[in-house]
């Protein structure tokens, strides 16, 4: 068979998922696809599973990696790969039914070296439920089916970083030996990848459609990994290194850089492992104090709070190290109390503004599940936000008995409270969240996602 689509399957002990995974590829509606899965010595019982599946489909190909490294995985399946375009299917995640369809379509239609789309985070909570929140990073003037060039357009290095919601041309990838760095684990092992495919692409085409389901927050995920830091210096020094990255690029390079530094930074002071990030949490001070020296990036290039953090690193790294262990002390010990008071509990947010919007993504990605808003607008009143009712204060108390309020007003949070203990809630089925702690408002912005805890 001449095959349109190589999916590429990379799994390591994820026996919970798999099945899932390979089935959504199964089912795609464009049957001309190739299934590589790629095992890296799976001890919980996926490679079992594979093996079962593979019996059952002759389209699945079953490998051993001889390493385990994602990375590895990757490059072994790109080598053995025979289809016009190459899909990256993560095991823990799954597709919708028509995804290779319409991004092979999309980039049949245009020649394009990379055909890509949008995607649902995925959360999964203790007692089974799932939530998905829909992000839609495409900036509003890459308009659906238009086909662009990253040297006109280098920014893309900054606002797409992930690889598994696209089709890539094997010839191109092929032809500009664009692969993976295959360093031990899983972490961050795609971002040379996918910076040099922003780096050598000529054709890039978006669509506008959701069709790919990320899960987060799984447990054992590559995302925890308290080397983090490390792997992030490791990749952008080999790419700054690299003679094919050219220089009308390198800009939008830094800026990603800069961002995906402090995020990984943030979690290690966060309270991961201990480790010891100096060398490389220098470098990174250094590469941007050069770049803001030399004019490669400005402070306006970047996003207004992302430049306040970074001048405060710059200025004094012992006090900015200080602010955000302090941010998430705070944000520990409120999640924390919150979790213990609503667990077994229904979860409605009271106020979808500033705060509500703040807090409801926030929790959702932190493990306590709300089921719905409320708010007195009426304005606001039957929208939905992430899927989710916004009620107004009768509907909720009359239809969602025994639930807790979390109370998110800055102004009115002690009338809402007075206004549902006249409607029959008990106080101890409410909080108020009025953002008057500094260091938890500041940390629920900066801290987006909490890994557990090690040192206590």
């Given at each position: 068979?001449?095959?349109?689509?190589?999916?590429?399957?990379?799994?390591?002990?994820?026996?919970?998922?798999?099945?899932?995974c390979?089935?959504?590829?199964?089912?795609?509606?464009?049957?001309?696809?190739?299934?590589?899965?790629?095992?890296?010595?799976?001890?919980?019982?996926?490679?079992?599973?594979?093996?079962?599946?593979?019996?059952?489909?002759?389209?699945?190909?079953?490998?051993?990696?001889?390493?385990?490294?994602?990375?590895?995985?990757?490059?072994?399946?790109?080598?053995?790969?025979?289809?016009?375009?190459?899909?990256?299917?993560?095991?823990?995640?799954?597709?919708?039914?028509?995804?290779?369809?319409?991004?092979?379509?999309?980039?049949?239609?245009?020649?394009?070296?990379?055909?890509?789309?949008?995607?649902?985070?995925?959360?999964?909570?203790?007692?089974?439920?799932?939530?998905?929140?829909?992000?839609?990073y495409?900036?509003?003037?890459?308009?659906?089916?238009?086909?662009?060039?990253?040297?006109?357009?280098?920014?893309?290095?900054d606002?797409?970083?992930?690889?598994?919601?696209?089709?890539?041309?094997?010839?191109?990838?092929?032809?500009?030996?664009?692969?993976?760095?295959e360093?031990?684990?899983?972490?961050?092992?795609?971002?040379?990848?996918?910076?040099?495919?922003?780096n050598?692409?000529?054709?890039?085409v978006?669509?506008?459609?959701?069709?790919?389901?990320?899960?987060?927050?799984?447990?054992?995920?590559?995302?925890?990994?308290?080397?983090?830091?490390?792997?992030?210096?490791?990749?952008?020094?080999d790419?700054?290194?690299?003679?094919?990255?050219?220089?009308?690029?390198?800009?939008?390079?830094?800026?990603?850089?800069?961002?995906?530094?402090?995020?990984?930074?943030?979690?290690?002071?966060?309270?991961?492992?201990?480790?010891?990030?100096?060398?490389?949490?220098?470098?990174?001070?250094?590469?941007?104090?050069?770049?803001?020296?030399?004019g490669?990036?400005?402070?306006?290039?970047?996003?207004?709070?992302?430049?306040?953090?970074?001048?405060?690193?710059?200025?004094?790294?012992?006090?900015?190290?200080?602010?955000?262990?302090?941010?998430?002390?705070?944000?520990?010990?409120?999640?924390?109390?919150?979790?213990?008071?609503?667990?077994?509990?229904?979860?409605?947010?009271?106020?979808?503004?500033?705060?509500?919007?703040l807090?409801?993504?926030?929790?959702?990605?932190?493990?306590?599940?709300?089921?719905?808003?409320?708010?007195?607008?009426?304005?606001?009143?039957?929208?939905?936000?992430?899927?989710?009712?916004?009620?107004?204060?009768?509907?909720?108390t009359?239809?969602?008995?025994d639930?807790?309020?979390?109370i998110?007003?800055?102004?009115?949070g002690?009338?809402i409270?007075?206004?549902?203990?006249g409607?029959?809630?008990?106080?101890?089925?409410?909080?108020?969240?009025?953002?008057?702690?500094?260091?938890?408002?500041?940390?629920?912005?900066?801290?987006?996602?909490?890994?557990e805890?090690?040192?206590?």
């Amino acid at each position: 068979m001449e095959y349109k689509v190589t999916a590429i399957l990379p799994s390591y002990n994820v026996a919970a998922y798999i099945e899932q995974c390979v089935q959504s590829v199964l089912d795609q509606t464009l049957q001309e696809t190739e299934i590589l899965c790629i095992d890296a010595g799976s001890t919980d019982g996926t490679w079992e599973k594979l093996e079962k599946l593979a019996a059952e489909n002759p389209r699945i190909c079953l490998y051993k990696a001889e390493v385990k490294s994602y990375g590895y995985q990757m490059n072994l399946g790109i080598r053995k790969a025979r289809g016009e375009y190459i899909a990256i299917i993560e095991t823990d995640d799954y597709a919708d039914p028509d995804m290779f369809e319409l991004l092979y379509n999309v980039a049949a239609k245009s020649k394009a070296d990379v055909s890509k789309a949008a995607h649902y985070e995925l959360y999964e909570y203790s007692d089974g439920a799932c939530k998905e929140i829909p992000i839609d990073y495409i900036p509003e003037n890459y308009l659906s089916g238009t086909v662009f060039s990253p040297d006109e357009h280098p920014e893309v290095h900054d606002w797409d970083s992930n690889i598994w919601n696209a089709l890539y041309r094997r010839e191109f990838l092929l032809d500009h030996k664009i692969g993976f760095q295959e360093t031990p684990g899983a972490a961050f092992q795609d971002i040379a990848f996918q910076q040099m495919v922003w780096n050598e692409a000529e054709k890039v085409v978006y669509s506008r459609y959701h069709i790919y389901h990320y899960r987060r927050v799984r447990v054992g995920a590559s995302t925890w990994n308290p080397n983090c830091v490390k792997y992030v210096h490791k990749a952008y020094s080999d790419l700054f290194a690299d003679p094919r990255t050219k220089e009308s690029h390198k800009r939008w390079l830094y800026i990603r850089m800069i961002r995906a530094f402090f995020t990984e930074y943030r979690k290690t002071l966060c309270g991961m492992e201990k480790c010891d990030h100096s060398e490389a949490v220098d470098w990174f001070e250094d590469q941007i104090k050069e770049a803001l020296r030399s004019g490669l990036i400005e402070t306006a290039d970047i996003w207004p709070p992302e430049r306040d953090e970074i001048l405060r690193f710059l200025i004094d790294r012992e006090l900015y190290t200080e602010r955000i262990i302090k941010q998430a002390d705070a944000v520990y010990r409120w999640l924390g109390d919150l979790k213990q008071a609503v667990a077994g509990k229904k979860v409605i947010i009271f106020g979808a503004g500033q705060y509500g919007m703040l807090l409801l993504p926030y929790l959702i990605k932190n493990g306590i599940n709300v089921m719905a808003l409320a708010d007195n607008q009426i304005g606001l009143t039957n929208n939905t936000v992430f899927g989710l009712r916004i009620y107004s204060a009768d509907e909720a108390t009359r239809n969602i008995k025994d639930a807790y309020y979390i109370i998110a007003n800055k102004r009115f949070g002690e009338q809402i409270r007075m206004q549902l203990t006249g409607m029959g809630v008990s106080d101890d089925y409410m909080t108020i969240f009025d953002g008057a702690d500094r260091n938890l408002l500041d940390g629920l912005r900066r801290l987006p996602l909490l890994p557990e805890r090690k040192n206590g």
